[in-house]
C-alpha cells in the first residue's frame, strides 16, 4: 500500500543533542513537508521541498535542517539550537501536478519528548 | 499569517449540525479542510478552489467566500465517528509554492451520544 512512513514514532532527547526524524514516501510524489504541532496552534510549516536537491523555509525553520537526496525521503534533523524542541512532528508529501490544489498526505507522525 | 477559525471548541449530541468558520487576511487560492482524531494523522476532507470548484471525499459540505477570504465547513445530521479536531489550510493567491498550506488553529468537535 502506498504511504508515509515516519520514525520513530516516539523519541526522547538530552537537551543540547541533535536528532533526525525520519519520512519515507512511496506515492511518487514530488513535494514533501515538515509540520510542527502544539496544542492549539494548529500545524506550523517548518520545511518543505518541491523537487530533490532543492527544499525552502517555512514559517518556523530556525533550529532545525532538512536534505533532500533522494525523492521519496525528506529527514528532519532538529538541532540543539532549537529552544523548544517538544513537539508532535508531522511529515507530508502532495503531488506538485495539482498545484496549490494538491491534497496533504500525513504520516503517523513522530512525538519527540527533550529531557 | 495564520488563518483563524470559530468557534474553538462545540460540543454536539448525535444528529445535530455544526458549522466551522475560516478567515484569512490573505487573497486565497484555495482552501483545504482536514480531520485529525487524537494521536492520529491529519486526514483530508475536502478542497474548495477559488471560482467555486469544489473536491472533496466524504459526504461533508463547504463553502468558499472568495470577497471575504472565508471558508465554512457544514456537518449535518452529526455521528459519533465525526469526533475530532477540524483544521482550515489556506493556499494564497499568486506565488508558486504548490501547496504550501497555512494552518488555522484548529476546531475541536466533540459528538456525545
Known amino acids: 500500500d502506498g504511504g508515509i512512513t515516519q520514525s520513530p514514532k516516539y523519541l526522547f532527547r538530552k537537551e543540547g543533542q541533535n536528532v533526525t526524524l525520519s519520512c519515507e514516501q512511496n506515492?511518487?510524489?514530488?513535494?514533501m513537508y515538515w509540520y510542527r504541532q502544539d496544542p492549539g496552534q494548529g500545524l506550523r510549516l517548518i520545511y518543505y521541498s518541491q523537487i530533490v536537491n532543492d527544499f525552502q523555509k517555512g514559517d518556523i525553520a530556525e533550529g532545525y535542517s532538512v536534505s533532500r537526496e533522494k525523492k521519496e525521503s525528506f529527514p528532519l534533523t532538529v538541532t540543539s539550537a532549537q529552544k523548544n524542541p517538544t513537539a508532535f512532528y508531522l511529515c507530508?508529501?502532495?503531488?506538485?501536478?495539482?498545484?496549490?490544489?494538491?491534497?496533504?498526505?500525513f504520516g503517523e507522525g513522530s512525538r519527540l519528548t527533550v529531557l | 499569517q495564520q488563518p483563524v477559525q470559530s468557534p474553538q471548541a462545540v460540543i454536539l449530541r448525535e444528529g445535530e449540525d455544526a458549522v466551522i468558520n475560516c478567515s484569512s487576511s490573505k487573497a486565497l487560492y484555495s482552501v483545504h479542510w482536514y480531520r485529525q482524531k487524537h494521536g492520529e494523522a491529519p486526514v483530508f476532507l475536502m478542497i474548495l478552489l477559488k471560482g467555486g470548484e469544489q473536491k472533496g471525499h466524504e459526504k461533508i459540505s463547504a463553502s468558499f467566500n472568495e470577497k471575504k477570504q472565508q471558508s465554512s465547513l457544514y456537518l449535518t445530521a452529526s455521528q459519533l465517528s465525526y469526533s475530532g479536531t477540524y483544521f482550515c489550510g489556506t493556499a494564497s493567491a499568486g506565488g508558486t509554492s504548490y501547496g504550501k498550506l497555512t494552518f488555522g488553529q484548529g476546531t475541536i468537535l466533540t459528538v456525545h451520544p
Open positions: 507530508a508529501s502532495s503531488s506538485t501536478s495539482g498545484g496549490p490544489t494538491g491534497e496533504l498526505f
Open positions: 506515492l511518487n510524489h514530488d513535494a
